[in-house]
């Protein structure tokens, strides 16, 4: 008998001021065990390497130019806006992922974790972040970082600034709204379990964010 699939994705809290300012935000995450048997730093598996080649080959220039104007990457440029992001200098994920697809004429493998999670948001258009579960405390939420707070825990943090809308548990801030999560939370090639998760903002159906989950986690989970 296989083994079950990803279960329900888990809804994160958010602090109170930033459910008040926005009212679309939702932080969903599920957790996982790896099955896959190769280092999540390393190649990927055929059916993973195949399935990035035929991204590579179905997103082409005209796709690119009209991206922006799709509901879903249109809802996270609004939603850049609302936050003080200008989406013109920092691209929302999808759009930035299909520039560096045009730039170097195919989507470029990062690693097996890195190609699983780029192959769910050029599918659905929605981000997915993945976190060592071994470094978390508590449920992850939403809240704004203090001045001068770190980003996780590691010998030497990056500080961040007060204000900032970041990704967090119980005990630290892992990672900035549509940021990179912080070092010693990121998942090792050997990484067991992993907590996966994902943003949605209004305009964005949450079955694409479910999806995007689902898809990721069903990958990884794959022996």
């Known amino acids: 008998m296989s083994e079950p699939g990803p279960g329900a994705p888990v809804q994160g809290w958010l602090a109170p001021e930033v459910e008040r300012e926005l009212p679309g935000l939702r932080l969903l995450s599920v957790e996982l065990r790896v099955g896959r048997a190769a280092a999540l730093s390393g190649d990927?598996?055929?059916d993973i390497a195949g399935r990035l080649r035929e991204l590579s080959s179905r997103v082409r220039g005209a796709r690119a130019i009209g991206i922006r104007t799709e509901p879903v990457?249109?809802?996270?440029?609004?939603?850049?806006?609302?936050?003080g992001l200008?989406?013109?200098l920092q691209r929302t994920p999808v759009e930035a992922a299909v520039?560096?697809?045009?730039?170097?004429?195919g989507f470029l493998s990062g690693g097996m974790l890195e190609d699983i999670l780029l192959i769910a948001l050029i599918d659905t258009g929605v981000p997915v972040w993945a976190l060592d579960s071994a470094t978390l405390e508590g449920p992850l939420g939403i809240r704004a970082s203090s001045e001068g707070e770190p980003l996780g825990h590691s010998p030497d943090p990056p500080l961040l600034p007060g204000g900032r809308l970041v990704v967090a548990d119980s005990s630290a801030a892992l990672a900035p709204l549509f940021g990179?999560?912080?070092?010693?939370?990121r998942p090792r090639g050997g990484t067991g379990r992993l907590t996966l998760f994902s943003?949605?903002?209004?305009?964005?159906?949450a079955l694409y964010v479910e999806e995007a989950?689902?898809?990721?986690?069903s990958a990884l989970e794959a022996s």
């Open 44 to 46: 990927s598996p055929p």
């Open 199 to 205: 943003l949605q903002v209004a305009g964005v159906p």
């Open 213 to 217: 989950l689902w898809s990721s986690a």
């Open 86 to 88: 200008d989406p013109d």
């Open 180 to 185: 990179e999560c912080a070092p010693g939370h």
């Open 99 to 105: 520039l560096e697809r045009m730039l170097h004429g």
């Open 73 to 83: 990457p249109s809802a996270y440029r609004v939603f850049f806006r609302h936050i």
